[in-house]
């Protein structure tokens, strides 16, 4: 299985700023995702991190909020911009090394609060 | 498209009670279904998958499901329930090269 650390583990930011958040994985993976999870609430994803392109994001979502990159096989970075209270939530990062049943591992989660 | 629905937002049982949490699933292919575990202030924890390979399914920590695809449902149980099961448990089913998509979640609650 993969491990995966995420920088920073929590934060609390002013509305209107910028916040990136990064993840590492241990190994070269095929995928990596991003989630969101709001208070008392499931995880919902953000986009698809994909090597060498651009990210594939879901329905209310877009890359002008969600930049993300993916530089190489272990490494994606999410920024928040423009942040709002909205946008206060736990932004997981996942991993998955393809193949034929696709099992993901999650990082910890960075825990974002937007005052 | 694929859905879970997870029945019970909430369940609570006595320690060594029989815990069963619920998961029906829809989808038009055959589903890859997953179970994972988020105790509080950390991360998700893989507690067991369904791959078509069997129908019932062993996890960790004495968890297990089977696979029904008369009922369309994957249920998690586990035979006594122990104060540490305590926690939010999460349903999930892709498709090969898809990303998860999870279910509302149930917090199972442990009483002694």
């Known amino acids: 299985s993969a491990v995966i650390s995420q920088k920073p583990s929590r934060d609390i930011c002013q509305r209107g700023t910028s916040l990136t958040i990064q993840c590492q994985v241990d190994?070269?993976?095929?995928?990596m995702f991003w989630y969101r999870q709001q208070p008392g609430q499931s995880l919902t994803l953000i986009a698809t991190?994909?090597?060498?392109?651009?990210?594939?994001?879901e329905s209310g979502f877009v890359i002008d909020k969600f930049p993300i990159s993916r530089p190489n096989l272990t490494f994606s970075t999410l920024t928040v911009s423009n942040m709002s209270p909205e946008d206060s939530s736990i932004y997981l990062c996942s991993s998955s090394s393809g193949g034929l049943y696709n099992e993901q591992f999650f990082g910890p989660g960075t825990r974002l609060t937007v005052l | 498209a694929q859905s879970v629905t997870q029945l019970g937002s909430h369940v609570s049982v006595s320690e060594g009670a029989l815990v069963l949490l619920r998961c029906n699933y829809s989808s038009s292919v055959p589903p890859y279904l997953f179970w994972y575990v988020q105790y509080p202030n950390q991360g998700l924890q893989l507690l067991l998958k369904?791959?078509?390979?069997?129908?019932l399914v062993k996890g960790i920590n004495g968890f297990e499901a089977e696979f029904k695809k008369s009922e369309t449902s994957f249920h998690l149980t586990k035979p006594s329930a122990h104060m540490s099961d305590a926690a939010e448990y999460f349903c999930a089913v892709n498709q090969a090269g898809t990303a998860l998509i999870f279910g509302k979640g149930t917090t199972l609650s442990v009483s002694s």
């Open positions: 991190a994909n090597q060498g392109s651009e990210a594939t994001y």
């Open positions: 190994s070269q993976v095929t995928m």
């Open positions: 369904y791959t078509s390979a069997a129908t």
